[in-house]
């Protein structure tokens, strides 16, 4: 049986290794599922709540050995980890509270009798969850699926394996009944075939998946032919449209924010830059002074901004987009190659002059790699934010809100922002279109994707 080994990306030192789980305890883990499904849906909605209400207040007790475990393994600057924290704990009381209501009964007026529409649980929902947000894209998935019902697999990504026991631990602490919230360890190699396993067992009842095209294509097919329910949350290679009239200052902050988030490494994070041709110099010039401004450094820092990228793989492949796109015809303006030092740190990195067909604009770049299109209509700005293949989030930038709207409705997304950033909020559904994935997480849509929506006539 093989381990997996946890490697601080900051000095490239283990960490941790952790004994894999094998058939028969995975197996086990599956039968526990199913086993506590049968006992857990029964439970008055309100008990369920109750746990969701204890994990939050567990995460918040254990919040900074938590978000010490983050950076050490993924690499995010500890401020980033203890918001997460805070954020998910948040989450949990959110569906805690909003739960009753959104899955109680509906009436419909539909003639003669009574039609209820009800929400009712599926079963063991599991989940293949990515390391950039290691706490948050669990909680935003156990949270509703276990409010609904549901009983909880997780399969997370290998680098975060250490905060995979730790939310096990986390919801066992707050009194999880065995089987409710479970998590497996699976070393690399073995995911596709894990993974195709599970979702063909005739036990497990859906999956979700946040990460790449390709695993996204892999466990939607696997779904497939099972004929079961999923939910993907892909890439994405959101536009940040400046139109002229935007207030410069603005934009470049929120522009410096959202693309050094976790080191840039975040499907939401604006990545291709659509700026007006009469002020793509200003704002181009702006931005590279305050990305020069920032701190790289230990992620332990106080007021480090930005942290190393989680594995060296990662740092190849953006080493790899920086220099095609240079040698298609873009322009370096900062940046553009590895620091001399220990860790995966890439520095904050601008090109100028990108176009369409640029491997930076045709790809993802998951790290902190700023690509700048000038643009000389509104037409061609639209023109150029829907030419991806991607379709998850986009921003808008305007001092006139109305024409920024008209503009950001035109743009292919599942989500957009005029003059703010594009963020996950428990309140709000999250999801992309086109090969950015389907389905919807959070909010009443979120809740309800892991449940049968039963239709009920009564006569008489």
Same mark, same amino acid.
């Given at each position: 049986?093989?381990?997996?080994?946890v490697?601080?990306?900051?000095?490239?030192?283990?960490?941790?290794?952790y004994a894999?789980?094998?058939?028969?305890? #995975?197996?086990a883990?599956?039968?526990?599922?199913?086993?506590?499904?049968?006992?857990?849906?029964?439970?008055?909605?309100?008990?369920?709540?109750?746990?969701?209400?204890?994990v939050?207040?567990?995460?918040?007790?254990? @919040?900074?050995?938590?978000a010490?475990?983050?950076? @050490?393994?993924?690499?995010?600057?500890l401020?980033?980890?203890?918001?997460?924290?805070?954020?998910?704990?948040s989450?949990?009381?959110?569906?805690?509270?909003?739960?009753?209501?959104?899955?109680?009964?509906?009436?419909?007026?539909?003639?003669?009798?009574?039609?209820?529409?009800?929400?009712?649980? #599926?079963?063991? #929902?599991?989940?293949?969850?990515?390391?950039?947000?290691?706490?948050?894209?669990?909680?935003?998935?156990?949270?509703?699926?276990?409010?609904?019902g %549901?009983?909880a697999?997780? $399969?997370h &990504?290998? %680098?975060?394996?250490?905060?995979?026991?730790?939310?096990?631990?986390?919801?066992?602490?707050?009194?999880?009944?065995?089987?409710?919230?479970?998590?497996?360890?699976?070393?690399?190699?073995?995911?596709?075939?894990?993974?195709?396993?599970?979702?063909?067992d !005739?036990?497990v009842?859906a999956?979700t998946?946040?990460?790449?095209?390709?695993?996204?294509?892999?466990?939607?097919?696997?779904?497939?032919?099972a004929?079961?329910? @999923?939910?993907?949350?892909?890439?994405g290679?959101?536009?940040?449209?400046?139109? &002229?009239?935007?207030?410069?200052?603005?934009?470049?902050?929120?522009?410096?924010?959202?693309?050094l988030?976790?080191?840039?490494?975040?499907?939401?994070?604006?990545?291709?830059?659509?700026?007006?041709a009469?002020?793509?110099?200003?704002?181009?010039?702006?931005?590279?002074?305050?990305?020069?401004?920032?701190?790289i450094?230990?992620p332990?820092?106080?007021?480090?901004?930005?942290?190393?990228?989680?594995?060296?793989d990662?740092?190849?492949?953006?080493?790899?987009?920086?220099?095609?796109?240079?040698?298609?015809?873009?322009?370096?303006?900062?940046?553009g190659?590895?620091?001399?030092?220990?860790?995966?740190?890439? !520095?904050?990195?601008?090109?100028?002059?990108?176009?369409?067909?640029?491997?930076?604009?045709?790809e993802?770049?998951?790290?902190?790699?700023?690509?700048?299109?000038?643009?000389a209509?509104?037409?061609?700005?639209?023109?150029l934010?829907?030419?991806?293949?991607?379709?998850?989030?986009?921003?808008?930038?305007?001092?006139?809100?109305?024409?920024?709207?008209?503009v950001?409705?035109?743009?292919?997304?599942?989500?957009?922002?005029?003059?703010?950033?594009?963020? @996950?909020?428990?309140?709000l559904p999250?999801?992309?279109? $086109?090969?950015?994935?389907y389905?919807?997480?959070?909010?009443?849509?979120?809740?309800?994707e892991?449940?049968?929506?039963?239709?009920?006539?009564v006569?008489?």
């Amino acid at each position: 049986m093989s381990t997996v080994t946890v490697v601080d990306p900051a000095t490239e030192q283990e960490v941790a290794s952790y004994a894999e789980h094998g058939p028969a305890q #995975i197996d086990a883990a599956v039968a526990a599922a199913d086993a506590a499904f049968r006992e857990w849906r029964r439970l008055p909605i309100e008990e369920r709540g109750a746990l969701l209400t204890a994990v939050a207040g567990i995460l918040r007790e254990r @919040s900074e050995e938590l978000a010490q475990l983050v950076v @050490s393994e993924m690499g995010k600057p500890l401020a980033e980890a203890r918001f997460e924290i805070e954020k998910s704990a948040s989450a949990c009381e959110y569906f805690a509270e909003t739960a009753p209501g959104i899955l109680a009964d509906q009436t419909v007026d539909a003639g003669d009798g009574r039609h209820i529409v009800s929400y009712e649980p #599926i079963g063991i #929902i599991f989940a293949v969850m990515p390391w950039n947000f290691p706490f948050w894209q669990v909680i935003r998935f156990a949270g509703p699926a276990l409010m609904a019902g %549901n009983t909880a697999l997780l $399969k997370h &990504a290998p %680098n975060v394996s250490g905060t995979a026991l730790a939310l096990e631990e986390v919801f066992t602490a707050a009194g999880a009944p065995a089987g409710v919230f479970t998590s497996l360890i699976v070393a690399p190699q073995n995911v596709p075939d894990v993974s195709a396993r599970l979702i063909a067992d !005739p036990r497990v009842a859906a999956v979700t998946l946040t990460g790449s095209e390709r695993a996204g294509a892999f466990v939607a097919a696997e779904a497939g032919k099972a004929l079961k329910k @999923s939910v993907l949350e892909l890439g994405g290679s959101d536009p940040f449209v400046v139109l &002229a009239d935007a207030d410069l200052d603005v934009a470049v902050k929120h522009a410096v924010t959202g693309r050094l988030m976790t080191a840039g490494q975040t499907c939401i994070a604006p990545k291709r830059f659509l700026v007006d041709a009469t002020v793509v110099d200003a704002f181009q010039t702006k931005l590279v002074t305050a990305l020069e401004a920032v701190k790289i450094g230990d992620p332990r820092e106080e007021g480090v901004g930005l942290g190393p990228l989680a594995r060296e793989d990662i740092l190849e492949n953006l080493e790899r987009q920086v220099a095609a796109t240079i040698a298609e015809g873009a322009e370096l303006k900062t940046g553009g190659t590895r620091l001399d030092q220990p860790g995966f740190f890439f !520095p904050p990195t601008v090109l100028g002059g990108v176009k369409p067909g640029m491997t930076a604009f045709v790809e993802e770049t998951f790290g902190p790699v700023v690509a700048i299109t000038p643009f000389a209509t509104e037409d061609e700005a639209v023109e150029l934010a829907n030419d991806t293949r991607y379709g998850l989030g986009a921003t808008v930038w305007s001092q006139d809100t109305e024409r920024g709207e008209a503009v950001a409705r035109r743009i292919e997304s599942g989500l957009v922002s005029v003059n703010a950033l594009v963020a @996950s909020d428990p309140r709000l559904p999250f999801g992309g279109i $086109k090969r950015s994935g389907y389905g919807r997480e959070l909010a009443a849509v979120g809740m309800h994707e892991f449940t049968n929506i039963r239709t009920m006539k009564v006569i008489g």
